[in-house]
């Protein structure tokens, strides 16, 4: 099939990038004609596995093109819109949609087959479905969201758990084109509304963005009742009804998707006097999370962060992106900062633009050239993204060039052990391990006399 994407960001490049895999000729249209140079060059603006290659496939077999015009999209069969959706703030808009599938409806010679894959707010599409239709009645409009993940969009993709294909007025035969599309996938594809099928998309996201928020609460729980909250969501996580994924605690969850939609939806919500106090909790509660790890780090150290040097491991808003938006670590960051700490950061791919963005807020970081640079001089570490190589650190090495003894680990990839046995306090989410402290402990059990009760 000759499908044209408009928007070479994330959501477009891998659904144009994998749709050619499928065999299919994709023409990209994005108004950057930079950016469509350098793809034609094979070089790809985003950080994502398997993209270059998916790509790269795409350009050798001449399945996929990318282009500057929006006149490229005349002769395919259907157009994806996958424009972003969020404005300079962070917060939701639909000017980019709106414009793009008016661009199209205008544009006679541009296929009358609409699908949307930028996500929309429940409504939206009802209303872009009939605006297209107002400029030419011929125009079909289907929404199809994406449930890609990135640093894993790719997969995702490929290996969907389903695909959701909502469907304007007289939309059977573009319908249809899509099941032909998906076919290949060999996944269930569900076909609703419009409405409907942008509250699955809104639905799964914040829905996701609360499982998290319940398990980083019941951290803050387990800290206070001794119990091990890895041990809980595990255990929970066992029941089929629940799952483990999206239960593991951390500093909160980041991101171009979750933050804003979970402020959106509440929202939207009220505007139609519906009230939703699950669903509103889940942003402060996300808010609190970054104050929680940082008032452990404090109770550990058993002294205010104010004054002290701390060292920050991670930027990104998880690990295998280079994605700054609303992370929690630069909020790790912003709290430490808050609270009159001076903090070094580094990031294995982010160090300077993590450090340019918490400029642009006020809040000044210097930046280290490794995690031992970050960790120099340091009173306590806190490491707020999950990278592979935090989990490897030498802290044999690293420990005696800190001037305290805490790490405030937010995600549990740090080696306990290894930072215990070189004399460090691991405080992972709210549960503190001491190192075992030597000598006069060991002697005094030694000297105690058989027999003599545990204690005494
Ligand atoms: C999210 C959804 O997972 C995708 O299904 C969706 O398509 C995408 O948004 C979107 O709407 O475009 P993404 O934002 O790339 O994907 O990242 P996730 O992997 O979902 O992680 C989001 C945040 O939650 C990260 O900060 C991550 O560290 C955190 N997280 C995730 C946790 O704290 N605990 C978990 O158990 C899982």
């Not at 060059?41 to 500057?68: C, K, S």
């Not at 015009?69 to 639909?94: C, F, K, M, Q």
């Not at 006097?273 to 940082?294: F, K, L, M, R």
Request: proline letters at 5%.
């Amino acid at each position: 099939m000759l499908i044209s994407v408009i928007g070479a960001g994330y959501v477009g490049l891998v659904t144009a990038a994998c749709l050619a895999h499928l065999e299919n000729d994709v023409r990209v249209v994005d108004i950057d004609a930079a950016r469509v140079e350098r793809l034609r060059a094979g070089d790809v603006p985003i950080r994502e596995p398997g993209l270059d290659a998916l790509i790269h496939e795409g350009l050798a077999t001449g399945r996929l093109t990318f282009h500057a015009e929006p006149t490229a999209t005349h002769g395919s069969s259907l157009v994806i819109v996958a424009v972003g959706t969020l404005d300079r703030a962070g917060e939701w808009t639909v000017d980019l949609v709106e414009r793009a599938a008016s661009g199209i409806a205008h544009d006679a010679l541009a296929p009358r087959h609409l699908v949307i894959r930028s996500t929309l707010m429940p409504g939206t599409a009802v209303r872009l479905a009939a605006l297209v239709r107002d400029i030419d009645a011929r125009m079909r409009v289907c929404f199809n969201p994406e449930f890609t993940r990135e640093a894993n969009a790719v997969k995702d993709f490929l290996e969907p758990d389903r695909v959701v294909v909502g469907a304007g007025p007289d939309a059977d035969s573009l319908v249809a084109e899509l099941h032909r599309l998906y076919a290949p996938l060999g996944k269930p594809i569900m076909d609703t509304d419009l409405t409907s099928a942008e509250t699955i998309k809104l639905a799964s996201n914040v829905f996701l963005a609360a499982k998290i928020s319940f398990a980083n609460e019941l951290a803050r729980l387990c800290a206070a009742t001794g119990a091990d909250v890895h041990a809980v969501v595990d255990g929970m996580g066992l029941d089929a009804r629940i799952g483990r994924a999206f239960l593991s605690p951390g500093p909160g969850f980041g991101g171009s998707c979750f933050p804003s939609q979970v402020r959106a939806l509440p929202d939207l919500a009220l505007r139609y006097g519906v009230v939703t106090p699950i669903i509103a909790a889940v942003a402060p509660s996300n808010h609190e999370q970054a104050i929680w790890i940082v008032d452990g780090l404090e109770q550990a150290s058993g002294r205010s962060v104010a004054g002290t040097r701390v060292g920050l491991l991670g930027l990104t808003f998880k690990a295998g992106t280079d994605d700054l938006r609303e992370s929690p670590a630069l909020r790790l960051a912003e709290v430490l900062a808050g609270r009159g700490a001076q903090v070094v950061a580094f990031d294995p791919v982010a160090t300077q633009a993590g450090v340019d963005q918490l400029a642009r807020i006020g809040i000044a970081v210097e930046a280290a050239s490794t995690a031992a640079d970050a960790a120099r001089d340091a009173d306590a570490i806190v490491v707020g993204t999950e990278w592979p190589e935090f989990a490897t650190l030498d802290w044999a090495a690293i420990a005696p060039t800190m001037r305290g003894r805490v790490i405030a680990d937010a995600r549990r990839i740090v080696d306990r052990s290894a930072a215990n046995e070189a004399g460090l306090t691991v405080v992972t989410l709210g549960i503190e391990h001491a190192p075992r402290r030597p000598s006069s402990d060991d002697a005094a059990r030694v000297a105690i006399p058989v027999g003599t009760p545990a204690g005494v």
